[in-house]
């Protein structure tokens, strides 16, 4: 079971309130929702969307057919109603003729609203009408409105009088329960118990805290703000400092200071604002302090399209910073990933005293969906305690070792100086120039890349026919991948799939039947090229038989790359 629900308009009138209030009447009826948002870059006008995919288990992806269109403007009633299925429906805030659209509602969103008192409340309108539609139980969303109102007694009347007339005109017009679901698809109110409707962004932002995230700073910047702001509202609840530096140069470097402090520590950013931070990146590699920063792609070069998504950053993260250092490169392909993912980020970070980059982006951070309530494991510190530190006759920060990696002493906790210093150094920390010291040094950070590749687990893949063609892919462009084979492979296996999390440093992949063996090796990656291709052909000395991008910045679509994909099992 499933159905698609688009809310379209102009900036500004309220869309992502009824979405929201629309998901989480979902989530409250026990059922899954992926919403994913279209966004121009304006605050006012244009034509923007929420699409709300529906369904009776969890889902990932966006699709390109809708069963409910609600548009609260002209324009997009025009731009969107063509892509309404045959037995759709649509409701729309002006009247429209029965010849110019047949599947319209015979009522006004906007008159309900105005006989409501509050000509704003067509946002809630918007909600009921699809809700109505759903048949789903009305106590629900009677009582989201009153969370979302209930602070003001006016506001919390003209909604709940926009929800009454709404239901009444739903009846009145036959449509309730036009698109109803299966008997025993809806569970009533106890069924969110134990999940959660969250956006990407958020998730990011809960999985640092789950990671032990206690500092950071960033600059705003689309599509990664989210997260700092999600942080900024958490900060007296849970111990996290969020400070929003003057620019990004100023964020990185603070992260540094942190971290060197003993916080754990990250920012966020998206590619023109890390772009900024790269001699910062470099910082961290030679005083060896670990950092989590996300980049929250989005398509270049330099502004771009600033609300829409992409995977274009790949290489700015693997190259970031001058001079060689260990890094790790992960890219988390779902919501619920991404909380699991960040937390990893920052244990690793510690752990390797690295750098670890979280590649996110726009339609991940933006979009909004039912995710199970995650475990929050403790935090294992990887720093010296104060007893162990001060037990020590000596203390050198960058001691030489086997692994490359050295005993962390956090300063202040022990009678040692923990030196550290931006130019080459001996292991006490102090500034050397001598070349065997140099080379000591330089030598060490070569051994903790080993370290860190050593380390490097091997992909999710599935185990058809190994000589198969291997669809490859990351990030979000993996869900709607998965969705495509599935339909691909009905029936009889035509592909097998990996699916890469962590991008860097990736491990022999030879080890994988699949790639070892694959008869084409076909790449899906939101960009225009030169991205994972390059790290397969740089790392696995393997280069891909065909690769599918994307040039306009918005999402892949499941029905998209059914097609697509399918046209490449006829090339040999």
Not at 86 to 113: K, N, Q
Not at 458 to 486: I, K, M, Y
């Amino acid at each position: 079971m499933e159905f698609n629900i688009r809310i379209t308009g102009a900036a500004g009138q309220g869309m992502q309130t009824a979405a929201d209030l629309l998901g989480r009447s979902l989530l409250r009826s026990g059922l899954h929702v992926y919403v994913h948002q279209d966004i121009e870059s304006r605050i006012r006008g244009g034509i923007n969307f929420s699409q709300l995919r529906c369904s009776d288990r969890p889902v990932h992806a966006p699709v390109e057919r809708v069963d409910l269109l609600v548009s609260l403007s002209p324009e997009s009633l025009r731009a969107h109603a063509p892509a309404v299925n045959a037995g759709g429906m649509i409701f729309a805030t002006s009247a429209v003729e029965p010849a110019d659209c047949p599947r319209c509602a015979p009522f006004v969103l906007s008159e309900l609203a105005r006989k409501a008192g509050n000509d704003k409340t067509v946002s809630t309108v918007a909600a009921a009408v699809a809700a109505c539609a759903l048949d789903l139980p009305a106590e629900i969303l009677d009582t989201l409105v009153d969370e979302r109102f209930g602070s003001s007694e006016k506001l919390l009347d003209v909604n709940r009088r926009a929800v009454q007339l709404t239901r009444e005109a739903m009846l009145e017009a036959g449509l309730t329960g036009r698109l109803s679901l299966p008997g025993g698809s809806v569970s009533g109110t106890g069924a969110s118990t134990d999940r959660l409707f969250v956006s990407g962004a958020a998730s990011v932002a809960l999985g640092a805290l789950a990671g032990g995230c206690t500092f950071m700073a960033a600059y705003p910047m689309s599509p990664a703000t989210g997260i700092m702001t999600t942080l900024s509202e958490l900060t007296h609840d849970c111990g996290v400092w969020v400070e929003q530096a003057e620019d990004e140069i100023a964020a990185i470097n603070m992260v540094a200071g942190a971290s060197y402090a003993g916080a754990r520590s990250m920012t966020a950013s998206s590619g023109g604002g890390f772009a900024l931070m790269t001699e910062g990146v470099s910082l961290l590699g030679m005083i060896e302090c670990p950092a989590v920063i996300v980049i929250a792609q989005r398509p270049g070069p330099a502004t771009g399209l600033p609300t829409r998504t992409a995977q274009g950053d790949l290489r700015l993260a693997l190259n970031a910073g001058h001079g060689r250092f260990a890094r790790v490169i992960l890219a988390p392909r779902t919501v619920s990933e991404a909380y699991a993912l960040t937390a990893r980020a920052f244990d690793l970070a510690e752990r390797y005293q690295i750098p670890v980059f979280v590649l996110t982006d726009q339609i991940l951070q933006d979009c909004q969906t039912i995710i199970d309530r995650p475990d929050v494991p403790p935090v294992t510190r990887h720093v010296l305690t104060p007893e162990q530190a001060a037990a020590l006759p000596f203390y050198e920060r960058y001691a030489q070792t086997g692994d490359g990696i050295s005993p962390m002493a956090l300063p202040g906790q022990s009678r040692h100086v923990v030196c550290v210093d931006s130019d080459e150094h001996d292991p006490a920390g102090h500034l050397i120039e001598d070349a065997a010291g140099s080379a000591a040094m330089a030598a060490k950070r070569l051994r903790r890349i080993a370290t860190v590749d050593a380390a490097a687990p091997l992909p999710e893949c599935t185990s058809h026919d190994p000589a198969l063609p291997l669809v490859v892919s990351w990030g979000t462009t993996a869900p709607v991948v998965v969705e495509a084979l599935d339909a691909l492979n009905a029936g009889s296996p035509r592909f097998n799939h990996l699916q890469v999390t962590q991008l860097w440093p990736l491990p022999d992949l030879r080890a994988i039947p699949a790639f070892a063996a694959c008869s084409r090796l076909i790449l899906v990656e939101h960009s225009v090229g030169d991205g994972l291709d390059g790290v397969l052909a740089q790392t696995q000395l393997r280069g891909v038989d065909a690769f599918i991008g994307k040039l306009d910045g918005r999402p892949f679509t499941v029905e998209e790359l059914t097609a697509r994909i399918g046209k490449e099992d006829h090339h040999g």
